[in-house]
């Protein structure tokens, strides 16, 4: 059985978007062992996407529609396949609903054109959009499979997994089960990390291990096919635990989906315990990433940013003798942080941050240079020393994660 | 003159890494106005990348193959293209020196396949690789014109501006200058906005004008070629203007790299005026954006994340009464948390933002609406209800840009 890839935007034909969507496509099909031989852009045009169709289905059993689906009146990747295979669009009540919730909720009336994004190829099956409008389509003919999907990366990953590798599965008609877990790391780059497992990933054939860099953190992806979940599974164990025992500092958990804040705030939750901060060097980017998370009222009642001296002062009582003499940018002033916003609010945990996010240095500390505290109800304040590279936004958000790191560690204690 | 991009290499196939050179070429061809309406990814195999080839030569005159000129046994780019064009190889006697010395260098005698990265095919140019072993190779037919470039991205992208950019210039045989300007719209959806210029987008042809979302912010790029920068400049001035008289309330600058955040920042220190927020459902993201930016720590000595309702009392002094009659949700909270903030670090202006960020709806008040406060030393306090679609993050985004925005609208008067 082979697979091609069709996106479908002239804004990837005018290099404003780059195609990582053929990118995600692409590693599923290897890992179900699926041949992919081609991988096609092409315009929101009509005649030249039938073209491009026509010249796919005769070489690949398995044709991916990426992109197109939107609103407006240039997406017509529905359109032009149904037109091409001279079918009809059905409309999915679910979407439909979906599409006049949202514009209930925005308090806008909705422009007729909107509910193209409900129609997908009738006689096969709608692919539910959980994040976005535009709902998926398949369709299963004697010859070809198609999957039409969204272009947005954040709708379409979550497709791929859920709606897209199960039918790719059953297309298979395999017993074999594919089964991947990955673990997940933060505070080791992705090269060190790929020489600590290198002779895993060289000699490893069943499962596979493959590493991967996304949000700051890195993942290892073990994938296992065996005849049933359980036997995939059994072949998985062996191989993450020996991962885990040669990375454990860095391990932060398992699941694609999830990230490091998604961990602390699982964690603190199942000790009703609660945590504030207060930041200067990264400006609200810890408490941004906590209360991005839903559930997160239930730990985080309110922090400061406290980025000028005398607001240190002001708000959290920082002695301004301490900032003078130890400097802002110092272990003193993130335990002084950490504690005093602890106290204030009365919370379990508090984090401290002070640091050098640059472009320029600091009372002569180089960028990237951050002292991270951490305060525990009845527990000595503990402060780390981080030195990060990059530009200020990288250094802000290590930092933030880095916070995010120190707590995980303690709530594991 | 139309070109197309083809990008050899199993690898990208495979999903282990995503085509961006593609989009590098992409760039390049539409600052030159050449029309570009197919990418493609082909295999390192010679029978399927010629007829790529082939299929290629007959819908475009500029021909890119990128990828495969390595000295690996399938590395076969070259070979491929001469026997389709039933030319030879030559060897680029400046390549071939440099390959010797390479392996002179690491003291390593060089194996005969290596040479392969020398050549180019003969009757053309070999185009110098500055940073690789593997020459590139340019030839023109009578009906063709073949780019042929190494994969590697930061070998490929000082050829593409060093060898490439100039010889598609002469062959568009043209003075021309291409000049954009990008006009940046917040508060209004891409679709609304293409309705509101659908007439301009429809007819114009130079300057064109095409629209583009990116954080959050709608722009409008409008491109036109003339035989001077002056020239282009003129035309695009009186459909700039028109633009931006159809889009006023929602104008927030012009600039393809800046974002609203950094026009509120550069307003700021322009008055040198300081601002501080108190924030709720938005937990921090309208300090983080602001800190994001060099140059915060000039208009922002700190701010609030008051997230519980007795952190609001605590922190700010916010009347727990009147959050019990108006409920938290609501225009007098949001009009206190600006006002107390201000007033608490004594800045020229505060914002504070109360909502439901969902995915629960709050006190009755669904998921999207928000109250967003904007205080001024000696003026009125200004209170906007927004009613945000989308999950929790982008209402969480959008309600902190449209903190940005009503302050930009103010810094305006």
Redesign the interface.
């Known amino acids: 059985m082979k697979a091609e890839i069709i996106a479908v935007g002239t ?10 969507n ?9 890992r179900l062992g699926i041949t ?8 929101d ?1 009509p005649q ?1 996407l039938t073209e ?1 169709i026509t ?1 796919a289905e005769q070489r690949s059993q398995v044709i991916f529609l990426i992109g197109g689906l ?3 009146p240039d997406d017509l990747t529905k359109q032009t396949l149904a037109t091409h295979l001279q079918i009809k669009l059905a409309q999915d009540p679910q979407a439909v609903a979906k599409l006049v919730a ?2 209930q ?3 806008q009336p909705m ?1 007729a054109n909107n509910l193209a994004q409900a129609e997908y190829l009738a006689g096969g099956e709608p692919l539910t959009n959980e ?1 976005g409008l535009a709902v998926g389509s398949y369709l299963k003919t004697e010859a070809h499979a198609y999957f039409i999907l969204p272009g947005p990366p954040r709708e379409f990953g979550p497709m791929l997994r859920q709606q897209v590798q199960p039918r790719l599965s059953q297309l298979l008609g395999r017993q074999q089960v594919i089964v991947s877990e990955m673990a997940r790391f933060f505070g080791i780059g992705e090269s060190l990390m790929a020489e600590q497992l290198q002779d895993l990933i060289a000699t490893q054939t069943n499962p596979t291990l493959a590493t991967y860099l996304k949000h700051f953190e890195v993942g290892v992806r073990i994938t296992a096919a065996a005849e049933s979940q359980a036997a995939a599974e059994a072949l998985i164990a062996p191989v993450l635990q020996e991962v885990k025992r040669r990375l454990a500092p860095y391990y932060v958990g398992l699941g694609e989906e999830r990230t490091l804040p998604e961990e602390v705030l699982t964690l603190l939750r199942r000790r009703q315990a609660t945590v504030t901060a207060a ?1 200067s060097l ?7 990433l ?3 998370l ?1 559930g ?2 239930n730990v ?9 001296n ?3 002062a ?2 959290l009582g920082i002695d301004p003798q301490l900032i003078a003499t130890a400097g802002v940018v110092s272990a003193p002033v993130a335990q002084a942080m950490a504690e005093q916003a602890r106290q ?2 009365d919370t379990d945990f508090a984090l401290g941050f002070t640091g050098v ?4 240095s600091l009372e002569g500390q180089p960028v990237g240079t951050t002292f991270i505290g951490l305060a525990e109800r009845d527990r000595p304040t503990q402060v780390i020393e981080c030195h990060f590279a990059g530009v ?2 990288e250094i ?1 958000q290590r930092a933030a994660l880095s916070g995010f790191k120190l707590l995980y560690d303690r709530l594991q204690q």
Do not use: C, M
């Not at 804004?11 to 195609?19: D, P, Q, S």
């Not at 053929?22 to 290897?30: I, K, M, N, R, S």
């Open positions: 804004e990837i034909l005018l290099g404003e978007i780059v195609n990582t053929a990118q995600t496509v692409a590693q599923l099909l290897a992919a031989q081609y991988q096609t852009v092409v315009g045009n030249r491009v010249t939107g609103p407006t949202w514009h909720q925005k308090q422009p994040i930041e990264t400006g609200g980017a810890f408490q941004a906590l209360t991005g839903a997160a009222s985080f009642p309110g922090g400061w940013v406290t980025y000028a005398q607001v240190k002001q708000l204030l609010l996010a640059g472009p320029d200020r936004n802000r």
